[in-house]
């Protein structure tokens, strides 16, 4: 990972910053689609088509960080995958391993970011779990730029784990059922809340493949390209960030009023048992991070975390 | 200070450039819509003349194209975008010179006395454009519908739409019954509207008459739906459950599973068992306009729905319509395999 440190031209500066005069997405959603299509036609196994598209996702959030985009989430492995060949779905695997443990074997290069995990925990592999779980927990603080992998994920999956998390909650009277809203629905998806999309890219193919089919809903500015996604380079980065800004003033006012009234609405009523509903749940899935991570090999070589959510 | 006064400088270039951009992109944008549209207004004209078009013709080959398509959508959505009275162009020059510049309101509603259109149009929405749409895509051989605006204006005026969609339905009907030797054109039926029992336009077909089943939605029946479907299920399942205590709910009974909440949104949608020709979820979603999102169109149904863009409802002609057909026969759904 350390190889692919993206150095701008001068002509990319230019246009960076002419850019960064107007807004910037605050969050940018990517699905990663084309690497076994751009494998084939080039002659390569597929895991080649995977580990090149791995890389360019290394690159994109380089490029992310140099436009000041705040979030960024990826949609690296679908429920779905699963049926893949057992080949595929294990190099797959293999691939994140290696490229999360060297995040934890090298922090210093990545400070700032700040990995968070999305997805069905229950449907994650066993071996996998503990680098997930010491990963987030280790770059909890950082403020640089949140990335959120998308893995064992659904957007209905995601939704109905909402649905039980809520139902729960209600049932031991944490929440009150008439107060629910689409705001207080959104805090309890399963794992960290995912803020709402303010740009979604997608390569190959056009449309969402239930992902993050609540948090795109409404305001997201879609962007479908026609490449594959190891071939996605900065300066198809820049130009969707152009047609972001550019398709943004289509968005009916409305839609962006619906959201504040909704977020005012709650803040006005539910409160406290809201901000105690919401801590419960994220102490909740700190505590069994740190019960997965505890069960990594420690001769990796891998900064411990020493209980209590993190390292401090 | 000569540093800050170089970073001002910069800073204002910059700026410059990046309103020169958006200005020429919004309107190159403008002008090629601008053209496309007219230049084949007037080849249309042109060719009318020697007999080599006519609007029949037009819709005749369509109807064949289509059938000779290896896919072509069960369910398709249509998302309508209302036409707004300010364009961006003059938007952004008002950014760059916001005291000369009055908003240019280009008058989308332009009244041709001749057809009397402003009758058909509500708060932007053309209803007599959407009815023709419809009726293409029932010439298509698509037997469910899905209707969305933002606001629900369709869902307010649905009467009246399934009136002009019924008329429209008829006058199309000759190509439809050329190509497939139907006997009768189809019913319209209105599923997800104030009637209960649905509205049907026309004669109470019999059951030998196919049907097109038309939904229509607003934004409320998205996300809102969902919240709706959590107080719902917690009455049902819960609250029914704690008035029998001796019976306790398993651990496995308290969880909800998407085939549930599946079927929760799927009632309040209207969607009827009956309806064997296409899935709940749409296959196509069209959009009408330049509006790159879904402006909330049903996130439960819509994550394999394909989604295209097409020119805005005073645009949008029937080659656009084949164009994205074409294009959704090609593409392929792997369903993460």
Redesign the interface.
């Known amino acids: 990972m350390t190889n692919f440190k993206f150095r701008e031209t001068a002509l990319q500066k230019s246009f960076r ?6 807004e910037v997405p605050r969050h940018v959603a990517f699905v990663l689609d084309g690497n076994r299509r751009y494998a084939r036609e080039r002659n390569l196994k597929t895991i080649g088509g995977h580990r090149k598209g791995s890389d360019t996702f290394e690159q994109t959030i380089q490029w992310a960080m140099l436009l000041g985009i705040q979030e960024v989430t990826a949609y690296v492995f ?4 699963f ?2 060949t057992p080949e595929e779905v294990n190099g797959i695997m293999e691939i994140l391993k290696e490229k999360l443990g060297n995040i934890l074997q090298h922090p210093e290069e990545f400070n700032g970011r700040c990995y968070r995990f999305i997805g069905n925990r229950s449907l994650v592999p066993e071996d996998l779990k503990p680098v997930l779980s010491r990963l987030t927990l280790l770059t909890r603080k950082n403020t640089a730029i949140i990335i959120n992998i998308a893995f064992a994920y ?4 995601e ?2 784990s909402g ?2 998390t ?3 909650g ?2 031991h009277n944490e929440l009150d ?2 107060c ?3 705001f207080i ?1 959104e805090q309890a998806f399963h794992n960290f809340p995912v803020s709402s999309v303010d740009l979604f890219i997608r390569t190959g ?6 992902f993050l ?2 948090e ?9 390209r026609d490449e594959y996604w190891p071939e996605f380079s900065y300066w198809k980065f820049l130009s969707t960030i ?2 972001f ?3 943004k ?4 006012e ?2 962006v009023g ?1 959201g504040n009234k909704l977020r005012n609405t709650t803040w006005k009523g539910n409160t406290q048992n809201l901000n105690k509903f919401v801590q419960k749940k994220i102490d909740n899935e700190l505590r069994m991070m740190e019960k997965h991570a505890a069960l990594m090999d420690k001769d990796v070589g891998v900064p411990e975390c020493d209980g209590m959510f993190g390292c401090d | 200070m000569l540093r800050k006064a170089r970073e001002w400088l ?2 204002k270039v ?2 410059t ?2 309103l020169v ?2 200005i020429a ?2 309107l190159q944008l403008e002008i090629r819509d601008f053209l496309r549209f007219n230049l084949r207004y007037a080849s249309k004209r042109l060719l009318s003349c020697f007999p080599l078009y006519s609007p029949q013709k037009e819709l005749a080959d369509f109807v064949e194209e289509v059938s000779k398509l290896p896919k072509v959508p069960k369910h398709l959505a249509i998302s309508v975008i209302p036409e ?1 009275q300010e364009s ?1 162009l003059s ?2 020059l008002s950014k760059l010179w916001p005291n000369q510049l009055h908003s240019s309101n280009i008058n989308n509603n332009k009244k041709d006395d001749d057809l009397n259109e402003i009758n058909f149009e509500c708060d932007g929405v053309n209803l007599q454009t959407v009815a023709k749409i419809v009726a293409w895509a029932s010439a298509a051989n698509i037997p469910v519908i899905s209707l969305y605006d ?2 629900g204006i369709l869902k307010t005026r649905y009467k009246e739409l399934g009136s002009y969609i019924q008329e429209e339905i008829i006058q199309d009907f000759w190509a439809v019954e050329k190509i497939k030797g139907a006997i009768e054109p189809p019913v319209v039926k209105f599923h997800n509207v104030h009637k209960t029992n649905g509205y049907t336009n026309g004669v109470n077909g019999t059951k030998s008459r196919d049907t097109l089943h038309i939904f229509v939605f607003s ?1 409320n029946d ?3 739906n ?2 709706r ?3 719902d ?3 049902d ?2 609250e029914r459950n704690s008035n029998n205590p001796a019976v306790p709910m398993t651990s496995e009974e ?5 085939n549930t ?1 599946d079927s929760y949104l799927n009632r309040y949608n209207g969607w009827s068992s009956h309806i064997v020709e296409a899935k709940t979820e749409p296959d196509l979603l069209l959009i009408l ?9 049903l ?2 149904h ?7 863009w097409l020119p805005s409802l005073k645009r949008v002609e029937i080659c656009d319509f084949l164009t994205s057909f074409y294009k959704y026969a090609k ?1 392929q759904q792997r ?3």
């Open positions: 910053n002419i850019i960064q005069r107007g679908s429920i779905n995958n049926n893949r659904t957007g209905r999956d939704i109905a649905v039980n809520l139902l729960n209600i049932s059922v008439n629910i809203n689409e629905f193919e056009c449309r969402l493949s239930d089919t609540w795109t809903s409404d305001q997201t500015i879609l962007c479908f152009f047609l800004q550019a398709n003033y289509f968005i009916p409305q839609t619906n | 910069q800073s910059f700026y450039a990046w951009i958006h992109y919004q707004s961006v938007m952004l933002y606001n934004r998205g996300k809102p969902i919240v479907a959590v107080k299920i917690y009455v399942k819960f308290k969880l909800i599973d998407e909440l306009g330049n509006v790159k999102s879904t402006l909330g169109f996130p439960w819509i994550r394999l729905t394909e989604i295209h593409c369903f993460g395999k």
